[in-house]
């Protein structure tokens, strides 16, 4: 892939103007610039978290009978029933609302879907167990139910008056009842991303105001639940933009100040201490919150959120992590089963990937789709099989609307929901063939812009222009997530000392030194160690990175050590060492380099079946050996006639197909494996098809 710079050079001295005044450096004016806060009147709004940033929760269409329905029936002591999701969101759009309801003393009751049992959304058969269950004379829903026109109608048949509130696209026809929905176009409301905690969240804003008469108190109690809607905000990825913003900064603000004890407590069992940031929530807190529910179980979470005794905290606690344990152990053999997949079937040269599997467990397959997306930057869907329908997850690139994609082909579906990053579907059994060639054709029909595939970074830095004072310059920019991405820069290293981790010998940690001498930045690169032999050697590479937040910045008799996250290398080649590891990068999908003679090398290459078994008897010889990695492999076991580059895609291609791999540094060769050459895609796209 291609690294591109959103803004490779420095702004002018005219750009630069509007940032005088609020004395910011030409560096931290560039991220802003990038992220468009390019006015005076917008750099003033990016910094403003105060209270009167919330908006009206009146403008929301919907709102004001939400508002007097709720009321009437806290009165006349009626049963509410609130239904959430399974997910981090609707965890904390549940315990928000319930939560505020109880200080209103209304006869409230809560029901989370179980993922396996209960399947996605509102059903008919949900629908009436939970009316046997509770007797509902209202049903609110938090974060679902927009897509559920025929289920409310069943409710409402039931004699159930319904409320939706949700946040997920609006379909094409909306439940017939009161829906509160900040994607409605018809309204007054200002922003259209809040989460469904956040239309919670605003709610229990309007009902506050309404019964006290007062805006004021209105928002007062709103804040009393905007750490739990800060954490959904987060989890939920979207846009980290105008009330969001604001939201997940006051919500981080009490969360600091030890105002939820079980959100302290989960901190501290991620190993997070200090100032939590928003990016804890995205990769520790968030993931034990959704874990939970993705492997059946969402009441633990919400459990979590709503119990206030310690040693009861501590036990849901140490659930949540067991939760999350046994679902990274899933995504990872699920990962790996799916990119097999992709690769056996070529689908990484789809516009869209679509992958499935009887047998996948379908609480992770949003996470799986994820990761997929991050490795391939292709819009992917993730299915498996769940009695007459396949179900799963959808997640997007910035380019393409997931959800408006999947709505083009709504006739083969029979639940779907979402927005434009993620969503959750289901296709029924007998025309799931025809619903992932129709989406594949008609994605590979769009053409996607030139960039779609690209990586893109802010802009490069010189190893002298960081320190303390930048990193904490950028933190500024906090809190991250959706459309405020952490910054993430590019930078020129040479030669470095690597350093594997113990338990993770695939991960390395090296440190290059600044020539001021003052800083020197630790990078973590996980999954780095392939690169081991490019990172050693004494040529020049480019490293793409971000900065880890102070917390772990130290410094030492006037020293900085700045710590960093590797997210990419890109070599730049000098000679045939260089080369041949540049080959194997680009090769496997790492680097994307159009350079001259690394095209002229590929064009070189045979792929004739008596050249791999040639080849393959050289490599043999080197089984069972010690080898620092691929280059340092061809020294060992090369011949007069061994060309290197040859070699080099060989190893390459015989890794993808599991014939050959490197374990703790020791060559092994899978004898037992028996497949064609054209099963791997590299080996197809040497070979021209």
């Known amino acids: 892939m291609n690294y591109i710079a959103k803004r490779a050079e420095p702004l002018s001295a ?37 209270e009167a940033r919330l908006h009206d929760p009146f403008l929301m269409k919907g709102m004001s009978d939400a ?129 469904g905690a956040g239309v919670s969240l605003k709610l229990v804003q ?55 004890p079980a959100i302290t407590a989960l901190s501290k069992s991620c190993n997070v201490f200090g100032q939590i940031k928003s990016t804890d929530i995205s990769f520790k807190l968030g993931p034990k919150i959704n874990a939970a529910g993705r492997l059946g179980n969402a009441k633990r979470g919400l459990d979590l959120l709503l119990e206030k005794d310690e040693v009861k905290i501590a036990e849901i606690i140490q659930s949540l992590d067991d939760y999350n344990k046994e679902r990274q152990k899933l995504c990872n053999t699920i990962c790996e089963q799916a990119e097999e997949f992709i690769e056996k079937n070529n689908l990484a040269d789809n516009n869209i990937i679509i992958v499935y599997d009887d047998k996948w467990d379908g609480g992770v397959l949003g996470i799986v789709a994820a990761r997929i997306v991050d490795k391939y930057n292709k819009p ?55 619903f992932v060639r129709d989406v594949t054709d008609y994605m590979n029909s769009i053409d996607l812009c030139d960039t779609a595939s690209d990586k893109m970074y802010d802009f490069e830095l010189e190893l002298d222009d960081m320190s303390l004072d930048f990193v904490r310059e950028v933190e500024k920019l ?26 993770y010998p695939a991960h390395l940690r090296f440190t290059a030194k600044c020539e001021n001498k003052i800083t020197s930045v630790s990078f973590m690169f996980f999954d780095g160690a392939k690169h081991i032999e490019l990172l050693q050697d004494s040529s020049n590479k480019k490293i793409i990175f971000e900065f880890q937040k102070t917390l772990e910045t130290k410094s030492k008799n006037d020293h900085e050590i700045l710590k960093a996250i590797v997210k990419g290398i890109i070599p730049i080649p000098t000679d045939d060492k260089t080369y041949a590891l540049a080959l194997a990068g680009e090769l496997r999908g790492d680097f994307c380099l159009n350079n001259e003679r690394l095209d002229e090398i590929k064009k070189k290459l045979v792929v004739d079946r008596d050249t791999f078994v040639q080849y393959y008897k050289i490599i043999k010889k080197g089984n069972g050996r ?52 054209g099963t791997s895609s590299i080996y197809r796209v040497i070979q021209g098809d």
């Open 206 to 260: 309007a009902l506050a105001a309404n019964v006290a008469n007062c805006s004021k108190i209105g928002t007062e109690t709103a804040l009393k639940y905007v750490d739990i809607c800060s954490v959904a905000t987060v989890a939920d990825i979207v846009s980290l933009t105008d009330e969001n913003r604001v939201i997940v900064a006051l919500g981080l603000e009490r969360i600091n100040a030890n105002s939820n």
């Open 478 to 503: 906090e809190p991250f997530g959706c459309e405020n991405q952490l910054p993430v820069f590019m930078t020129n290293v040479g030669q470095v000392l690597t350093q594997g981790l113990a338990n």
């Open 626 to 677: 010690r080898v620092f990695g691929l280059y340092d492999f061809y020294t060992k076991v090369k011949n007069e006639d061994t060309e290197l580059f040859q070699f080099v895609f060989c190893c390459v291609v015989f890794m993808q197909l599991g014939i050959l791999n490197f374990e703790k540094g020791i060559i092994r060769l899978n004898t037992n494996v028996n497949t064609e050459l």
């Open 67 to 195: 508002v007097n329905r709720i009321n009437t029936a806290i009165s006349k002591k009626e049963r509410i029933l609130i239904i959430g999701d399974y997910d981090c969101d609707g965890i904390c759009a549940t315990a928000i609302l319930y939560k505020y309801l109880l200080t209103r003393y209304a006869q409230t009751r809560y029901f989370l879907p179980n993922r396996d049992a209960d399947g996605y959304g509102l059903t008919r058969e949900l629908v009436g167990k939970l009316n046997d269950r509770f007797k509902p004379n209202l049903i609110i829903t938090v974060d679902c139910g927009i897509s559920c026109y025929n289920e409310i109608e069943y409710a409402k048949s039931l004699g159930i008056d319904c409320i939706v509130t949700d946040h997920h696209a609006i379909p094409e026809k909306t439940p017939d009842c009161i829906c509160v929905n900040p994607k409605f176009v018809d309204q007054e409301y200002p922003f259209s991303d809040l989460c």
């Open 380 to 434: 992917t869907i993730v299915l498996s099989k769940s009695e007459s329908v396949y179900k799963g997850s959808a997640r997007s690139i910035n380019s393409v609307d997931i959800v408006e994609v999947i709505t083009k082909f709504s006739h083969y579906l029979t639940t779907f929901g979402g927005h434009s990053m993620a969503g959750g579907l289901s296709v029924n059994i007998d025309v799931f063939g025809d």
């Open 14 to 50: 005219e750009e630069l103007a509007v940032y005088k005044e609020f004395g910011f450096s030409e560096k931290f004016s560039r991220l802003l610039y990038i992220r468009g806060i390019d006015t005076a009147d917008k750099i003033k709004n990016f910094f403003d978290f105060s």
